[in-house]
Protein backbone atom coordinates (compact mmCIF):
# COMPACT_ATOMS: atom_id res chain seq x y z
CA UNK A 1 0.00 0.00 0.00
CA UNK A 2 1.65 3.37 -1.35
CA UNK A 3 2.20 4.97 1.95
CA UNK A 4 4.43 8.06 3.61
CA UNK A 5 6.08 6.78 7.31
CA UNK A 6 7.84 8.48 10.22
CA UNK A 7 9.64 7.53 12.97
CA UNK A 8 10.09 7.67 15.92
CA UNK A 9 6.70 9.15 16.50
CA UNK A 10 7.68 10.56 19.79
CA UNK A 11 10.85 11.19 21.04
CA UNK A 12 12.23 12.82 24.08
CA UNK A 13 15.81 13.58 24.65
CA UNK A 14 18.15 15.51 26.44
CA UNK A 15 19.86 18.87 25.36
CA UNK A 16 23.19 18.40 22.91
CA UNK A 17 22.36 15.20 21.74
CA UNK A 18 22.62 14.03 17.85
CA UNK A 19 18.78 12.81 16.12
CA UNK A 20 17.27 11.58 12.78
CA UNK A 21 13.91 11.56 11.91
CA UNK A 22 13.14 9.24 9.32
CA UNK A 23 10.74 10.03 6.65
CA UNK A 24 9.83 7.07 4.25
CA UNK A 25 7.67 6.84 1.03
CA UNK A 26 6.54 4.19 -1.19
CA UNK A 27 4.76 6.13 -3.89
CA UNK A 28 8.08 7.42 -6.00
CA UNK A 29 7.48 11.13 -5.31
CA UNK A 30 10.21 13.17 -6.29
CA UNK A 31 9.42 15.28 -4.38
CA UNK A 32 9.60 15.83 -0.48
CA UNK A 33 9.57 18.14 2.28
CA UNK A 34 9.85 18.96 5.93
CA UNK A 35 7.59 21.10 8.09
CA UNK A 36 7.73 22.13 11.68
CA UNK A 37 4.66 22.41 13.46
CA UNK A 38 3.72 25.29 16.17
CA UNK A 39 1.93 24.05 19.57
CA UNK A 40 -0.56 26.71 17.95
CA UNK A 41 -1.10 24.55 14.87
CA UNK A 42 1.11 27.23 12.11
CA UNK A 43 3.05 25.28 9.82
CA UNK A 44 6.35 26.21 8.40
CA UNK A 45 8.17 24.72 5.56
CA UNK A 46 11.82 23.99 6.58
CA UNK A 47 13.22 22.05 3.75
CA UNK A 48 12.81 20.59 0.38
CA UNK A 49 13.72 18.18 -2.16
CA UNK A 50 13.43 17.95 -5.87
CA UNK A 51 14.41 14.45 -6.04
CA UNK A 52 17.35 12.55 -5.13
CA UNK A 53 20.87 14.45 -4.21
CA UNK A 54 18.68 17.82 -4.58
CA UNK A 55 18.15 19.40 -0.90
CA UNK A 56 16.79 23.32 -0.27
CA UNK A 57 16.71 25.40 2.57
CA UNK A 58 12.79 26.47 3.10
CA UNK A 59 10.80 29.10 4.62
CA UNK A 60 11.95 29.13 8.13
CA UNK A 61 15.36 29.11 9.08
CA UNK A 62 16.40 25.46 10.75
CA UNK A 63 19.44 24.26 12.46
CA UNK A 64 18.85 20.64 10.81
CA UNK A 65 20.02 19.22 7.78
CA UNK A 66 18.54 16.97 5.34
CA UNK A 67 19.74 14.52 2.59
CA UNK A 68 18.34 12.44 -0.37
CA UNK A 69 20.12 9.72 -1.30
CA UNK A 70 17.29 7.77 -2.29
CA UNK A 71 13.96 8.74 -3.82
CA UNK A 72 11.94 7.31 -0.72
CA UNK A 73 14.28 8.37 2.02
CA UNK A 74 14.36 12.05 3.52
CA UNK A 75 16.14 11.82 7.22
CA UNK A 76 16.04 15.23 8.48
CA UNK A 77 19.59 15.85 11.66
CA UNK A 78 19.52 17.75 14.50
CA UNK A 79 23.29 17.98 15.54
CA UNK A 80 23.06 19.16 18.64
CA UNK A 81 19.43 19.21 20.15
CA UNK A 82 18.19 22.31 22.10
CA UNK A 83 14.86 23.11 24.02
CA UNK A 84 14.11 25.12 21.21
CA UNK A 85 13.73 22.71 18.94
CA UNK A 86 10.87 20.99 20.48
CA UNK A 87 8.02 20.80 18.00
CA UNK A 88 5.90 18.50 16.06
CA UNK A 89 8.09 17.65 12.78
CA UNK A 90 5.94 16.51 9.49
CA UNK A 91 6.72 14.92 6.16
CA UNK A 92 5.47 15.43 3.28
CA UNK A 93 5.80 13.95 -0.59
CA UNK A 94 4.04 15.03 -3.83
CA UNK A 95 3.82 13.82 -7.18
CA UNK A 96 4.68 16.46 -10.34
CA UNK A 97 7.62 17.76 -11.92
CA UNK A 98 7.45 21.21 -10.18
CA UNK A 99 7.76 21.81 -6.72
CA UNK A 100 4.33 22.19 -5.12
CA UNK A 101 2.61 21.67 -8.25
CA UNK A 102 -1.18 20.79 -8.84
CA UNK A 103 -0.90 17.10 -6.89
CA UNK A 104 -1.68 17.38 -3.34
CA UNK A 105 0.94 16.54 -0.65
CA UNK A 106 1.01 13.42 0.90
CA UNK A 107 1.50 13.88 5.17
CA UNK A 108 3.35 11.27 7.78
CA UNK A 109 2.13 11.38 11.00
CA UNK A 110 4.42 13.26 12.48
CA UNK A 111 7.08 13.15 14.89
CA UNK A 112 6.57 15.04 18.29
CA UNK A 113 9.93 15.50 19.41
CA UNK A 114 10.70 17.02 22.85
CA UNK A 115 14.29 18.16 24.15
CA UNK A 116 14.67 19.08 27.54
CA UNK B 1 2.56 40.03 -0.44
CA UNK B 2 1.06 36.28 -1.12
CA UNK B 3 -0.44 34.59 1.46
CA UNK B 4 -3.65 33.13 2.56
CA UNK B 5 -5.77 33.36 5.55
CA UNK B 6 -7.74 31.72 8.19
CA UNK B 7 -9.59 34.54 10.16
CA UNK B 8 -11.06 31.93 12.69
CA UNK B 9 -8.96 30.34 15.01
CA UNK B 10 -11.84 28.73 16.58
CA UNK B 11 -15.36 27.50 14.80
CA UNK B 12 -18.00 25.36 16.98
CA UNK B 13 -21.21 24.28 15.84
CA UNK B 14 -23.83 21.59 16.51
CA UNK B 15 -23.78 18.99 15.22
CA UNK B 16 -26.58 17.99 12.00
CA UNK B 17 -26.52 21.84 11.41
CA UNK B 18 -24.05 23.40 8.28
CA UNK B 19 -20.34 24.49 9.03
CA UNK B 20 -18.24 26.83 7.39
CA UNK B 21 -14.39 27.67 7.44
CA UNK B 22 -13.35 30.81 5.83
CA UNK B 23 -10.23 31.10 3.49
CA UNK B 24 -9.36 33.93 1.56
CA UNK B 25 -5.66 34.03 -0.38
CA UNK B 26 -3.73 36.45 -2.26
CA UNK B 27 -1.39 35.81 -4.55
CA UNK B 28 -0.13 36.70 -8.20
CA UNK B 29 -1.76 35.13 -11.37
CA UNK B 30 -4.71 32.02 -10.88
CA UNK B 31 -4.41 29.65 -7.67
CA UNK B 32 -4.21 26.20 -6.87
CA UNK B 33 -6.33 26.01 -3.66
CA UNK B 34 -6.11 23.45 -1.11
CA UNK B 35 -8.10 22.19 1.75
CA UNK B 36 -6.36 19.76 4.30
CA UNK B 37 -7.94 18.28 7.93
CA UNK B 38 -5.24 16.98 10.80
CA UNK B 39 -7.09 15.01 13.67
CA UNK B 40 -4.67 14.93 16.95
CA UNK B 41 -1.40 13.48 16.80
CA UNK B 42 -1.69 12.46 13.14
CA UNK B 43 -0.61 14.00 9.77
CA UNK B 44 -2.36 16.61 7.33
CA UNK B 45 -5.01 14.94 5.32
CA UNK B 46 -6.25 15.83 1.71
CA UNK B 47 -9.55 16.80 1.66
CA UNK B 48 -10.07 18.79 -1.70
CA UNK B 49 -8.67 21.11 -4.07
CA UNK B 50 -9.24 23.48 -6.90
CA UNK B 51 -7.04 23.99 -9.74
CA UNK B 52 -9.62 25.20 -12.84
CA UNK B 53 -12.80 24.43 -14.15
CA UNK B 54 -16.36 24.54 -11.71
CA UNK B 55 -16.00 26.54 -8.86
CA UNK B 56 -18.05 24.27 -6.85
CA UNK B 57 -15.02 21.46 -5.94
CA UNK B 58 -16.49 18.10 -3.77
CA UNK B 59 -14.12 16.24 -1.45
CA UNK B 60 -13.46 13.40 1.13
CA UNK B 61 -15.88 12.86 3.72
CA UNK B 62 -18.85 15.09 2.42
CA UNK B 63 -16.96 18.33 2.00
CA UNK B 64 -17.39 20.91 -0.69
CA UNK B 65 -16.09 24.10 -1.16
CA UNK B 66 -16.37 27.10 -3.35
CA UNK B 67 -13.65 29.20 -5.15
CA UNK B 68 -15.15 32.75 -5.69
CA UNK B 69 -12.69 34.95 -7.85
CA UNK B 70 -14.23 38.09 -6.63
CA UNK B 71 -13.94 37.63 -3.21
CA UNK B 72 -10.64 35.29 -3.35
CA UNK B 73 -12.15 32.98 -0.84
CA UNK B 74 -12.26 29.17 -0.72
CA UNK B 75 -14.45 28.37 2.16
CA UNK B 76 -14.55 24.98 3.48
CA UNK B 77 -18.57 23.45 3.70
CA UNK B 78 -20.36 20.29 4.46
CA UNK B 79 -24.55 20.21 4.79
CA UNK B 80 -24.63 18.78 8.36
CA UNK B 81 -21.82 18.37 10.66
CA UNK B 82 -20.97 15.20 12.75
CA UNK B 83 -18.76 15.08 15.99
CA UNK B 84 -16.07 13.27 14.01
CA UNK B 85 -15.82 16.10 12.10
CA UNK B 86 -13.77 17.99 14.91
CA UNK B 87 -9.65 18.40 13.68
CA UNK B 88 -8.03 21.36 12.45
CA UNK B 89 -8.47 22.61 9.33
CA UNK B 90 -5.64 23.92 6.66
CA UNK B 91 -6.32 25.96 4.06
CA UNK B 92 -3.44 25.99 1.24
CA UNK B 93 -2.47 28.05 -2.02
CA UNK B 94 -0.08 28.20 -4.56
CA UNK B 95 0.27 30.60 -7.18
CA UNK B 96 0.21 28.68 -10.78
CA UNK B 97 3.60 30.52 -11.15
CA UNK B 98 6.97 30.26 -9.05
CA UNK B 99 7.52 27.72 -6.39
CA UNK B 100 5.64 29.53 -3.42
CA UNK B 101 3.26 27.29 -1.34
CA UNK B 102 1.27 29.22 1.57
CA UNK B 103 -0.51 27.40 4.45
CA UNK B 104 -3.14 29.18 6.62
CA UNK B 105 -2.46 29.29 10.11
CA UNK B 106 -5.20 26.65 10.47
CA UNK B 107 -8.80 26.97 12.54
CA UNK B 108 -9.79 24.38 15.08
CA UNK B 109 -13.40 22.77 14.29
CA UNK B 110 -15.50 21.09 16.97
CA UNK B 111 -18.87 19.88 16.90
CA UNK B 112 -20.83 19.74 20.02
CA UNK B 113 -23.10 16.64 19.96
Known amino acids: EADIYQTPRYLVIGTGKKITLECSQT?????MYWYQQDPGMELHLIHYSYGVNSTEKGDLSSESTVSRIRTEHFPLTLESARPSHTSQYLC???????????????FGPGTRLTVL | AQSVAQPEDQVNVAEGNPLTVKCTYS??????LFWYVQYPNRGLQFLLK??????LVKGSYGFEAEFNKSQTSFHLKKPSALVSDSALYFC???????????FGTGTSLTVIP
Open chain 2, 27 to 32: VSGNPY
Open chain 1, 27 to 31: MGHDK
Open chain 1, 92 to 106: ASSAGVQLFSYNEQF
Open chain 2, 50 to 55: YITGDN
Open chain 2, 92 to 102: AVRATTGNQFY
